[in-house]
């Protein structure tokens, strides 16, 4: 039990380390005359130094075994961090995935607090499985996502650049995707029920992420999902115990 | 505070809606000079490895995000130009299109944007922007 935690540990460290490479690449962005720019520049200059804060946070959670004391505080400190960056920029930097990340930090936060045990770790898993059941769920009642308006529009006509082929796709054939995208979203939770069923949901996650990269360019998802996959089973082995 | 609660209380609505997507233009603004728009925040080429590492991508998306808030105080401050001027959004669309300009100019000193949907010659204009002075950019 305490090696998937450790694993999930690992798993997050690693998403969150890209998006900390990601963060200081674009680290303008938070000074002078870049979009998110603060009031003066020693507030400005304090803000891009906390991004690579970040770096020695992610150190110490990459070796545990060197300062487990210091294990909680380098979550407490990402997870401000990413508190701090989402007011900065007035939203949740990457939208939906954010969310999930943070809950990630949370509970793996509280996970460290002696006597809480790996219960916050089945809330997490939960919360995975809800993120792919809902999103599905509410996409049942749109008519666009029924008719395949919707995934056309996004495909077509949006701000992603899709691959090419795309615009030789009819709406019947979008349609067809529409319902795909909303069963496949819908059951995956359900996947977990079948024997081997961990395995099951894996493969259909990660195909499911990767084309969600493909077509949209959005690698923060990939990451983030996949990093709670642990959770997932570690709820899945208290079926076992 | 609301950016706190949508990071606590996340919707799960991807893609939930489509709506049609503006296009972004700027120009500099030149006496005498015949009005050339230029689109801007256009998607970057993918490749395998922005799986692992994209920031232009991710930057470029959180910077639309900007403008569908801009969008909303847009709506919300029509007919009043100066309040619209004034507020975070609009502020922060500045400093993205003067980014853009000084791109294409590093002496621009004034510029305009417009959202339009599609095409911009086309189709009507969904906003246009009154004479903005650049704003610089650290180095």
Known sequence: MESVVTLLSLCLAFALYLQSCEYVAIRKEFLVGGTWAGGDVSQNALFVSHLYLRFVFLVLIFLPNFF??????????????QVVISVRVKSPFSGGVEGLIFWAQVC????????VGVTPIYFLAILVLCSYFLAGFKKLFESGWRNGTTLEGYMKKSWYRVPRFIQ?????????????????????????????????????????????????????????????????????????? | MLSILKLVFPSWDFFRRYEAFPVVYVTEVLPGNATVWKPILLPHALKLRHLFYNPCENLRLAKLNVLLALIDEINAWRGEPKKLRTTPYYQCFLRICSQEVLIQNPNAKFFKFKLCHENAEQSEDLFLSAEEGVIWRAL
């Open chain 1, 168 to 241: 030789n796709i009819s709406l019947c054939q979008f349609k067809w995707t529409s319902w795909a995208i909303i069963l496949t979203q819908m059951l995956l939770p359900f996947l977990l029920f079948l024997p081997s069923g961990f395995i099951l949901f894996s493969v259909v996650g990660i195909v499911f992420h990767l084309s969600i990269f493909y077509f949209f360019g959005l690698n923060r998802f990939f990451w983030g999902w996949l990093a709670c996959y642990p959770a997932v089973y570690l709820l899945l082995r208290l079926g076992d115990i």
């Open chain 1, 68 to 81: 487990p004391s210091l294990l909680p505080w380098a979550w407490l400190g990402l997870l401000i961090s």
């Open chain 1, 108 to 115: 793996l936060l509280l996970s460290q607090i002696e006597g």
